[in-house]
């Protein structure tokens, strides 16, 4: 069996405080779960504001995600077309 890319793949990622990913492109169905932290994710019409258990949709647009404390969330992509 030839081997494929996984269509969901999770991704831990640990922000310091004032530390953000710079805007980006979503590229599939996304979700950011808190683990620890507060974070903000910035979208072009609306921002959200997680803390430690909350889950985010991210938004089918460009995008960051700014920690207010040191922060770490799991982000989940499924991958659009697979």
Do not use: C
Request: charged share 25%.
């Amino acid at each position: 069996m030839p081997w494929r890319e996984p269509v969901r793949r999770q991704t831990i990622i640990a922000l310091r405080r004032g530390v953000e990913l710079s805007e980006h492109e979503n590229p599939g169905q996304a979700t950011v779960l808190v683990l620890r932290g507060r974070v903000e994710l910035v979208g072009s019409a609306a921002s959200w504001t997680g803390r430690q258990g909350d889950l985010i949709l991210v938004p089918p647009e460009r995008h960051r995600l700014v920690a207010h404390e040191d922060t770490v969330v799991l982000l989940t992509v499924a991958k659009l077309g697979q």
